[in-house]
């Protein structure tokens, strides 16, 4: 770096100094600006020898080529956006690891951020995303309408969402079987002797939450079950509410012998009040979660592969961004029932 530069950079208090560019480079390789650009572009009609001392130069100043003029020719930035509930919830994890590797095997970086479940923060975070050009969104909504986004859907921005669909819009959707596996999961504690079962669920306005009840009630009613009012609860997934609905379904003259948990954050805390009781109860939960096979007993689950889910959603964001679809679609991928011992206890009484 020149003397004169530090010297400015001492003079401003910053410690960094300014980034080097192609001129520098050229002057440093003694060659013209356009040979760098060849260099730096992978381009043809440059010596071996020239190429040489150019990337010589490259690597002693530490150039990092500055790709902003590109994405203004192309009119595509490489990059696409991940909206999600909650970045600490485990079942995120693979989901957004499966979008990030779609994404790098096309050459895209992933930006996400989280929504957490409140549906103008979504709007804020999506928005954002578009005006830093990205090329598509990858969206888990925590809102119901998304109409927000159709002036960037008709400018471009391919846009899936995934878990649950958009509200207001037609668009691209990956789901999971969430009725199915919900009717599949009270069924199995059905064929297992009970008849009185309870069902702790998230919010009713989340999609995911209104389904697996929908299929609570199905296998309920295909097994010609009245379902008792005090049986069935849906809220917010935080322990005290969670626990308070857990305790009335296990008290009173007719206690549930088996209960079906919403998500792997609400079964967490059913399994810690069930602790806490020694009449044994039954327990199936939606979502797998870590160590469920290691507790006494191991937790029965309907599993979802969150996996796959987002890497549907963003294989078929790289397909639309490409032009190879038509109208949008809905895709919903099976979940699978895993016995470890919890759904498995008959009655007790």
Known sequence: MPETTRRAD?????????????????????????????????????????????REAIEALGFRRNDSARVLRKGRTASIGLVLEDLADPFYGPLSRAVEEVARAHGALLINGSSAEDPEREQELALALCARRVD????????????????????????????????????????????????????????????????????????????????????????????????????????????????????????????FTGNNRVTVTVIRVLAEHTRPVALVGFDDFELADLLQPGVTVVAQDAAALGRTAAARLFQRLDGALGTPERLELPTRLITRGSGELPPAD
């Open 10 to 54: 001492r003079a401003n208090g910053s410690r960094y100094g300014n980034r080097p560019t192609m001129k520098d480079v050229a002057a440093r390789a003694g060659v013209g600006l356009k040979t760098v650009s060849r260099v730096v572009n992978g381009e043809p009609g440059v010596t071996s020898d020239t190429e040489r001392r150019v």
């Open 136 to 259: 598509g969104l990858v969206v888990i909504p925590a809102g119901d309408d998304h109409r927000y986004l159709e002036p960037e859907i008709r400018a471009g921005v391919a846009t899936v969402f995934v878990d649950r669909p958009a509200g207001g819009i037609d668009a691209d959707v990956v789901l999971s079987d969430n009725f199915g596996g919900a009717r599949d999961g009270v069924a199995h504690l059905i064929t297992h002797g009970h008849r009185r079962i309870g069902f702790i669920g998230d919010m009713p306005r989340i999609h995911t939450a209104a389904e697996r009840l929908r299929g609570y009630r199905a296998a309920m009613a295909d097994a010609g079950i009245p379902v008792a009012e005090g049986w069935m609860s849906l809220g917010a997934t935080d322990p005290e509410r969670v626990r308070r609905a857990t305790e009335e379904m296990l008290g009173g003259p007719e206690p549930v012998t088996a209960v």
